[in-house]
């Protein structure tokens, strides 16, 4: 793994909580974007060398929408950048992580993603996160 790629958070509102976190970090979201697969609408902030993705639900049987129904709003999940995500799926399960996805799938902001289940990382969900090649 590479660095923290991004952290993202559950969201009630997308565009509530883009006011509070263009107030909060003094600029606006760089990019709006749907994931059908997952069911989620996603706003990605960048501060310095840092990222923040919000996360709406857009299906009631998102798993954003679990989510929040179970916790409430909040850190939903923490990504690391890999130079390549399949070989880190294969090294990560070799030590014994549970994924939730065996084959990375694209996701947000340009990237193939895979999880990792957070019953094997202290109730944590990880997310990794490649570069799409073009």
Avoid: W
Avoid at 35 to 64: D, H, R, W, Y
């Amino acid at each position: 793994m590479k660095k923290i790629e991004h952290i993202g958070i559950a969201v009630k509102d997308l565009e509530v909580s883009n006011d509070l976190f263009a107030s909060l970090l003094g600029e606006k979201h760089y990019k709006i974007e749907a994931v059908e697969s997952e069911g989620v609408m996603t706003s990605f902030f960048k501060k310095g060398p840092n990222k923040i993705e919000l996360l709406q639900a857009t299906t009631q049987e998102s798993p954003i929408a679990k989510f929040i129904e179970k916790k409430g709003e909040g850190i939903h999940h923490i990504a690391f950048a890999v130079t390549d995500i399949e070989k880190e799926i294969e090294r990560l399960k070799a030590e014994g992580f549970k994924m939730i996805h065996d084959k990375p799938k694209k996701g947000a902001d340009d990237k193939l993603i895979a999880f990792l289940h957070p019953k094997a990382t202290n109730g944590v969900l990880i997310e990794l996160c490649q570069d799409i090649k073009e």
